[in-house]
């Protein structure tokens, strides 16, 4: 999926040269005036960064930042100020700001920064949505294939499993085949991996 780069900055112009800075490079992009704005068209759903105005009316950039955080929105943060201070860098980098450009920055910067941003985004979006299909096939399973499952996620083999549900080793067995099946794992090691990444002890 394409990744998209929205720039937040109520500085008109500025805005409009850091979209047509991004457009000239392939890339899709969609500028905001406002924090508010930005969150009233809604959090993209696709890899994504913000380029991010430190102080704006209303709604500072710090303040988006914050806000997203508490409502475990993951966006990569490019901030771009011409009020940069120590104190104010280290607040946003400490908070998982990708980078903090003072203005006036170099095209280039900006766009390492931007692509080292869309980088991070796209790895956690994959995991993300790979989990969330797994979480989907997982629904397949019936209330003994989770109980065998969890289980295996402790780390037992299939006699133990067998001895502490009270059921024979080939009954275990057969259930732990057909989870193996309905969560498309490609072998044992991959088996394990789904196991775990579900979580269901």
Request: aromatic share 6%; hydrophobic share 45%; proline share 4%.
């Given at each position: ?25 392939g890339l899709d992009v969609a500028g905001y005036s406002s924090a508010a ?20 009316p209303e709604e500072s950039g710090l303040e988006l930042q914050a806000r ?83 289980a295996v996620d402790r780390g037992l083999l299939n006699k133990q499993i ?40």
């Open positions: 999926m394409k990744p998209l780069v929205v720039v937040v900055d109520d500085d008109e112009g500025l805005r409009g040269a850091v979209v047509d800075l991004f457009q000239s490079v704005a930005f969150l009233a068209a809604g959090v993209p759903d696709r890899p994504s960064c913000l380029v991010l105005d430190v102080r704006m997203l955080k508490s409502a475990n929105k993951c966006l990569p943060i490019v901030f771009i100020t011409a009020h940069a201070d120590v104190s104010m860098s280290v607040r946003a980098m400490r908070q998982g700001a990708i980078n903090f450009l003072p203005k006036p920055f170099r095209d280039q910067d900006l766009i390492d920064a931007v692509w080292e941003a869309l980088r991070v985004d796209r790895d956690r979006w994959t995991r993300d949505h790979r989990l969330m299909e797994l979480r989907r096939l997982a629904n397949d399973l019936t209330p003994r294939e989770v109980e065998i499952l969890k067998a001895h502490e549900l009270g059921i024979a080793e080939i009954t275990v067995k057969m259930h732990r085949s057909s989870a193996f099946r309905k969560l498309r794992a490609t072998n044992s090691s991959d088996f394990i991996q789904k196991v775990k990444a579900l979580e269901l002890g």
